[in-house]
């Protein structure tokens, strides 16, 4: 207790140190006779981007609105900078900052009056927006479409400009509801190159995606949300430690083959955690030492159509932990 | 990054600022209209038509111009009125979805709403002083307190335009509500309102359906101003009913507005 007092009377900057920008206690979002979200625990500190991954209706969107002090709570506990959504909204929104699944800019107006208005809509006055619209302008290489219309944009502009619009306010935790998808892979790597710089500045990020390859760059610690729960949480690479294996070989046989193939290749398994996974084109060997995994599979007399190892990813995890059926 | 100062009070004159805005780009083609269709009004009914009213009775006491002018006057009010609480809020809800945006920052969803009445009031004042200022021009206005009329339009504007706003933040159809309701209230509530005559011309029933329209009392307010033959009691029954619905109005589309923005 004395050692968190001290520290917090050194740095001024941080109210109460010790308390998580974000504290969620069975935390639960029901419609109706459906369970979005369902009795979810977690906290994400000053500093750190959080990610929630999961497929389409897992309930990411719904648990981000519920941040957002858009979408009051069903049952448990949330706090926002420590404060309650339930009563002080306004104070908790004027120091987020969103950008939400599906654009809500003003495509009438121009891209600097839509910063320009949002700004006004947090308060700010005047004369100081000039500047910081300028400033976001840059930041989101935007300066030379300032006059514009927003309407006949690119996606990415569009994307970029919504960011733009989400630190008006230079908030202290910035939610990103699926930030890139819809993206052309070069527009996403902008966007990850501009957010990666405000985590770089100590943002809180809150992000939700369902793109393995982008919570990989960005998040430090992230949940695997399905049907409105959690089922496994962590960093990247705990995640991928925890659920996958080393490696993992495909094996592509002739179409019908795979199966037969499948049984046969049970028997490379050296140890309970590594698995044997079959697809209706190719077969997938989670093991330890892929190439090892290989020879075996040459040895028992198989012969694959084409082969390959690669590393264990996030993705691997994913499917691992939601399945392989589309969620629709 | 340039850091930006505290935040101050966050308030519905905001959105009209969003509005004035996003009204720069289309203000001219809206005085244009503004101006031609008072003009357009006037010149074929009050002066064609009238001049055959006139010569054919002096029932009405003064010349149909200035019997039908403040009519017209409150009848455009109400009809911005709905234009702006129709397509445009869908806009926000639906289409552009900018209200979401809105949502997001410290306003309300009640701010939200009360800002968007303010400014659709803001604008049925502004058009009504335009259109009574160019009637004035063709000898439309009788007697200077005539002027209240605008005072009348705007009131029946909102008190249209606020039950209609919680219509438009219900609906999410593509805008099939908004057809209905221009076809078969807003138009036929423009041909059954003492508009063109009194409704003691009408049949009992067509009477009726005037004393339940917020048009027909806007206009007994608006002609009285402008001709000088209406009783402080009818002023104050007039007002009030515009005022029942306008507060019922408000209280709905506060509802609606609150419902489609936390969910």
């Known amino acids: 207790m004395e050692a968190t007092a001290a520290k917090g009377a050194a740095d001024p900057t941080i109210g109460v140190p010790s308390r998580p920008l974000i504290l969620a206690r069975g935390l639960t979002k029901r419609f109706e006779n459906f369970t979005a979200v369902d009795a979810v625990d977690f906290e994400v500190e000053r500093g750190e981007a959080f990610g929630f991954l999961g497929p389409n209706g897992a309930g990411k969107s719904s648990t981000m609105r519920m941040i957002g002090c858009v979408s009051p709570i069903t049952d448990g506990t949330l706090r926002i900078l420590g404060r309650d959504p339930v009563t002080e909204g306004p104070q908790i929104r004027a120091r987020l900052g969103v950008v939400p699944q599906q654009d809500t800019l003003d495509l009438e107006m121009s891209v600097q009056e839509n910063l320009y208005i949002y700004g006004r809509y947090f308060g700010l006055p005047r004369a100081a927006l000039r500047a910081k619209v300028d400033a976001l302008l840059d930041f989101a290489q935007l300066t030379d479409r300032a006059k514009s219309r927003v309407e006949p944009l690119s996606g990415g502009m569009k994307r970029r400009l919504t960011i733009a619009r989400s630190l008006i306010n230079d908030p202290d935790i910035l939610l990103l509801d699926e930030p890139t998808t819809g993206l052309d892979p070069q527009a996403r790597h902008v966007l990850w190159d501009r957010l990666y710089r405000l985590k770089q500045d100590g943002v809180t990020l809150v992000l939700t995606t369902h793109y393995m390859d982008e919570a990989e760059q960005l998040c430090d610690r992230l949940v695997v949300m399905d049907h409105g729960r959690f089922v496994a949480q962590g960093s990247p690479r705990s995640l991928i430690a925890e659920h996958s294996t080393r490696e993992v070989a495909e094996l592509r046989f002739p179409p019908g083959e795979n199966a037969d193939a499948a049984r046969t290749l049970a028997g490379v398994l050296t140890d309970e955690r590594e698995r044997v996974e079959a697809l209706p084109d190719r077969v997938l060997l989670y093991v330890g030492d892929g190439e090892a995994a290989l020879g075996k599979a040459h040895e028992l007399g198989l012969s694959p159509v084409s082969s390959l190892v690669r590393r264990s990813t996030l993705e691997d995890v994913f499917l691992r932990l939601t399945g392989r059926s589309l969620i629709d | ?263």
């Open chain 2, 1 to 263: 990054m340039a850091s930006v100062a505290a935040p101050g009070r966050v308030t519905i004159w905001q959105i009209v600022e969003h509005e004035l805005v996003d009204a720069r780009r289309f203000w001219r083609s809206v005085v244009v209209a503004g101006l031609l269709t008072p003009l357009l009004y006037v010149v074929a009914l009050g002066i064609g038509l009238g001049t055959v009213v006139n010569n054919h009775s002096n029932a009405l006491g003064v010349p149909y111009v200035q019997f039908v002018a403040p009519a017209f006057l409150v009848a455009a009010a109400l009809q911005t009125a709905a234009a702006s609480a129709t397509f445009p809020v869908m806009a926000g809800f639906h289409w552009i979805r900018y209200f979401h945006g809105m949502a997001a920052t410290p306003l309300s969803p009640r701010q939200i709403c009360d800002g968007k009445i303010l400014w659709i009031g803001l604008r049925c004042f502004v058009s009504s002083a335009l259109y009574l200022g160019i009637v004035a021009c063709f000898g439309g206005l009788h007697r200077w307190q005539g002027v209240l009329g605008i005072f009348a339009a705007t009131l029946t504007g909102l008190a249209f335009a606020a039950p209609v706003l919680a219509l438009s933040a219900t609906v999410s159809a593509e805008g099939q509500a908004f057809n209905i309701l221009f076809r078969f209230v807003v138009t036929p509530m423009f041909l059954f309102s003492g508009t063109f005559y009194p409704i003691s011309q009408l049949p009992g029933w067509g009477q009726v359906l005037a004393y339940i329209s917020p048009l027909w009392h806007g206009t007994e307010l608006a002609r009285g101003a402008a001709l000088g033959n209406i009783s402080d009691l009818a002023v104050l029954g007039h007002t009030c009913y515009l005022l029942g619905w306008l507060l019922a109005g408000v209280a709905l589309a506060r509802w609606r507005f609150r419902v489609r923005l936390s969910v």
